[in-house]
Structure formats: structure tokens, C-alpha cells
């Protein structure tokens, strides 16, 4: 299985701030990397798809980019209801894996 | 706009089998873009693809689980089914139905809410 890991873990951060989130994929995945959105007691969200389309419906202040092995997820400025736990998704092979999480904290 | 919603027990006993259906409203997943599919997620695992399946029938499984695991789908009637044999006490998650676009294991662009299953006896 190709194996994500995201850093950081958590980060506090403040409204208005940039934040950046990192995933690294243990092998080639091309662009199939995907970002979601989760808040506690529900589903996650689709946020960006194939490294940095952006899903309809989704603030333009989210965007994604990278190649192979380390994509990053960007808040341009950080609003109250960012406020969540967001996880990594590799599409290139089966298994489809994830990664393990960074929880984004009120500084 | 599509809307999945799980439903089943949420207790099963150890070595029983976990079922659950998705029922599939307002929307479809009859399409050659388009798989149905099944994650769940635990505290200690995370979150795990558990498989996914073509409407015409064709089915992809995680290989860790490949052994218990059946998913099928009923097209014409909107559902979709997991089961899940053997069950202990790893198997306790929130599983979600969720749709792929794209490829078999692509992005999920819908989720159900999700629906606890714990394995107890």
C-alpha cells in the first residue's frame, strides 16, 4: 500500500492567518492526490482533487499544489469555520489510502 | 443533489457479520464515471478504503480485509450493501458510503453521514 503521511500532526493558528498542510506519498502517485475537509461528527468534505482542482462550491482560498512525492494544502486566510481536521487522499492505486490528519486549532 | 444515507445494526457480535445498506437518493451512481463505495474510520486506524464497485457489477476490494468483505449494488433500486464477515473488535468504526468519481479508488465527492458500528458481545 502506498503509505501518506501528513506534517504537521495539529497546528494552532489565527483567523487571517496562511496556513500550509504537507502530505508526502511513499511512491509515485502522480497527480491523484486529493485534500478533505472534517468536522467533528461528520463526514469529510471534498476540498481539491487531482493535486489542485478546486470542488465546486469550495472558498478559492483553499488551493493545492505539489508533484510527487510532496503535495501541500494552502488557506490563504484562515476563517472560523476552517477550523478542522484535514486528510490527504492518493487515487493512483488500489488500496486508495489517507493519510493520518492535521487538526487545525484556534491559536 | 445526490444524498446517501447508511442504515443497519449498530451492535454486531464478535465473529458475526456486519451488514449495511446505502440508499441512494436525488442522484446516481449509474454511470461508467462513477463508483459506489465503502470507507470507514476508527480512532485507531484512521480512515480505511474498505472497497468499491462499478454499477455494472465489478467489484474492488482492499486487500486487508478482501477475505470477509462483499459489496454489491442494486442499480435499478438505488441501493448499495456492504457485508462484512468475521467481525471482532477492530471492525468497530463509522462507515461511510461514499461515491468515487473518476477511477475505482478516485476522489469522493459524497459521503452518507456515516453510521457507527460497534463490535461487542
Known amino acids: 500500500d502506498i503509505q501518506m503521511t501528513q506534517s504537521p500532526s495539529s497546528l494552532s493558528a489565527s483567523v487571517g492567518d496562511r496556513v500550509t498542510i504537507t502530505c508526502r506519498a511513499s511512491q509515485n502517485i502522480d497527480s491523484h492526490l486529493s485534500w478533505y475537509q472534517q468536522k467533528p461528527g461528520q463526514a469529510p468534505k471534498l476540498l481539491i482533487y487531482t493535486t489542485s482542482s478546486l470542488q465546486s462550491g469550495v472558498p478559492s482560498r483553499f488551493s493545492g499544489s505539489g508533484s510527487g512525492p510532496d503535495f501541500t494544502l494552502t488557506i490563504s486566510s484562515l476563517r472560523p469555520e476552517d477550523f478542522a481536521t484535514y486528510y490527504c487522499q492518493q487515487s493512483y492505486s488500489t488500496p486508495p489510502t489517507f493519510g493520518q490528519g492535521t487538526k487545525v486549532e484556534i491559536k | 443533489q445526490l444524498q446517501l444515507q447508511e442504515s443497519g445494526p449498530g451492535l454486531v457480535k464478535p465473529s458475526e457479520t456486519l451488514s449495511l445498506t446505502c440508499t441512494v437518493s436525488?442522484?446516481?451512481?449509474?454511470?461508467?464515471?462513477?463508483?459506489g463505495g465503502w470507507i470507514r474510520q476508527s480512532p485507531g486506524k484512521g480512515l480505511e478504503w474498505i472497497g468499491s464497485?462499478?454499477?455494472?457489477?465489478?467489484?474492488f476490494y482492499n486487500p486487508s480485509l478482501k477475505s470477509r468483505v462483499t459489496i454489491s449494488v442494486d442499480t435499478p433500486k438505488k441501493y448499495l450493501s456492504l457485508k462484512l464477515s468475521s467481525v471482532t473488535a477492530a471492525d468497530t468504526a463509522v462507515y461511510y458510503c461514499?461515491?468515487?468519481?473518476?477511477?475505482?479508488?478516485?476522489?469522493?465527492?459524497?459521503w452518507g453521514q456515516g453510521t457507527l458500528v460497534t463490535v461487542s458481545s
Open positions: 461514499a461515491r468515487h468519481f473518476g477511477r475505482r479508488e478516485g476522489p469522493v465527492d459524497y
Open positions: 436525488d442522484g446516481s451512481i449509474s454511470s461508467d464515471y462513477y463508483y
Open positions: 464497485i462499478h454499477y455494472g457489477g465489478t467489484t
